[in-house]
T-cell receptor
């Protein structure tokens, strides 16, 4: 399967714990995006990388959230000191440099108890 | 005011019906207009997109954009039970992030 992959698919954690999600984009896609989707809502943009450079961050991305994309390949999204309001589906998407289409992964569903 | 407004539905139609899904937006900088389909507990998958105003047809699906009224539409002809999903409009400005509507949940009844 050459699509976008995300791990883990599901994560249950207790409030206050740290969690880390991984996204592997489609090979040779330079752009990588993170979105968050809560129940009954559309995805909301969190942050975006072009290669290893993080070019844009939404104000939704509080200082408890950090994303990295070392070497411009896979990306990780870490949430520190999780809160119940962080419970959501975290989606990763990638796109080629010169095109407009973003391809989404299956998402990581986070539940904070 | 949200960047993109979309009626969340739910919308139920009989098999074979024509479905009309709509969004309005406020940002004049939007140039690309995507429609994604999302099945329950899955990531969104791209159905089709248009650039600027106009129509685009792909099989049973037709996307329309009217930039003068900031109105986006997706029509599904001869709807099938397999079309049952949530449909998300997602415009964007240039090669930047997408702005999603809330999504319209569609059920096609056999």
């Amino acid at each position: 399967d050459t699509g976008v992959s995300q791990n883990p698919r599901h994560k249950i954690t207790k409030r206050g714990q740290n969690v880390t999600f991984r996204c592997d984009p489609i090979s040779e896609h330079n752009r990588l995006y993170w979105y968050r989707q809560t129940l009954g809502q559309g995805p909301e943009f969190l942050t975006y990388f072009q290669n290893e450079a993080q070019l844009e961050k939404s104000r939704l991305l509080s200082d408890r959230f950090s994303a990295e994309r070392p070497k411009g390949s896979f990306s990780t999204l870490e949430i520190q000191r999780t809160e119940q309001g962080d419970s959501a589906m975290y989606l990763c998407a990638s796109s080629p440099l010169a095109q407009e289409t973003q391809y989404f992964g299956p998402g990581t569903r986070l539940l904070v108890l | 005011q949200k960047e993109v407004e979309q009626d969340p539905g739910p919308l139920s139609v009989p098999e074979g019906a024509i479905v009309s899904l709509n969004c309005t937006y406020s940002n004049s900088a939007f140039q690309y207009f995507m429609w994604y389909r999302q099945y329950s507990r899955k990531g969104p998958e791209l159905l089709m997109y248009t650039y600027s105003s106009g129509n685009k047809e792909d099989g049973r699906f037709t996307a329309q954009v009217d930039k003068s009224s900031k109105y986006i539409s997706l029509f599904i002809r001869d709807s099938q039970p397999s079309d049952s999903a949530t449909y998300l409009c997602a415009p964007r400005a240039g090669a930047n992030n997408l702005f999603f509507g809330t999504g319209t949940r569609l059920t096609v009844i056999p």
